[in-house]
């Protein structure tokens, strides 16, 4: 079975802070994303990775940055967190072949 | 208008019965499709793909692909409480890993 971790279930900060935001998986997937959820909005798209060193922006890249040194981890950064960014970080992985997202359990975030 | 569009819901049930979700897709180009399911605070897991227009099966759940109409449907039989859930339509194109997110039809199953 695919496993994708977080790091942390639940994280309160304050504003201004730096925060990461990390994600493993253990399926040797070439695709990572990271999702932030809130309610009447759906699921949005904030970065991918389709492999060591590369990302692509998604929908809502503003105020966020990734970093991915090793095929296994994809990390999300709050360079200075605000209150707006409050929500449900969802990370996954797919494989290139089917395309199908596996996802983690997801970290409720909130900003004071 | 929505790349992918589901009808919010709640869609209320008796348990036993028949609960079939829509989802209408607007990208003509869109080959692979899947049903998440995703329980209040809980991340989204994936309970079905289809990738060819018709039905595929598994268990109490049925997918429903129609590319010309542009819609895929879920259905689920005998349903139970435990399937009170958010349903989430995802579909992507060849050309993307991306998947494009429905906003999800909340079912409640009433016992």
């Known amino acids: 079975d695919v496993k994708v971790t977080q790091s942390s279930r639940y994280l309160v900060k304050r504003t201004g802070e730096k925060v990461f935001l990390e994600c493993v998986q253990d399926?040797?997937?070439?695709?990572m994303f990271w999702y932030r959820q809130d309610p009447g909005l759906g699921l949005r798209l904030i970065y991918f990775?389709?492999?060591?060193?590369?990302?692509e922006k998604g929908d809502i890249p503003e105020g966020y940055s990734v970093s991915r040194e090793k095929k296994e981890r994809f990390s999300l950064i709050l360079e200075s967190a605000s209150t707006n960014q409050t929500s449900m970080y969802l990370c996954?992985?797919?494989?290139?072949?089917?395309?199908?997202?596996?996802f983690g359990p997801g970290t409720r975030l909130t900003v004071l | 208008q929505k790349e992918v569009e589901q009808n919010s819901g709640p869609l209320s049930v008796p348990e036993g019965a028949i609960a079939s979700l829509n989802c209408t897709y607007s990208?003509?180009?869109?080959?692979?499709f899947f049903w998440y399911r995703q329980y209040s605070g809980k991340s989204p897991e994936l309970i079905m793909s289809?990738?060819?227009?018709g039905d595929k099966e598994d268990g109490r759940f049925t997918a429903q692909l129609n590319k010309a109409s542009q819609y895929v449907s879920l259905l689920i039989r005998d349903s139970q409480p435990s399937d009170s859930a958010t349903y989430l339509c995802?579909?992507?194109?060849?050309?993307?890993?991306?998947?494009?997110f429905g906003s999800g039809t909340r079912l409640l199953v009433r016992p």
């Open positions: 399926m040797d997937h070439e695709n």
């Open positions: 996954a992985s797919s494989s290139p072949q089917g395309n199908t997202q596996y």
């Open positions: 289809i990738y060819s227009n």
């Open positions: 990775s389709y492999d060591v060193k590369m990302k």
């Open positions: 995802a579909v992507t194109t060849a050309a993307s890993y991306k998947l494009i």
């Open positions: 990208d003509r180009g869109s080959q692979s």
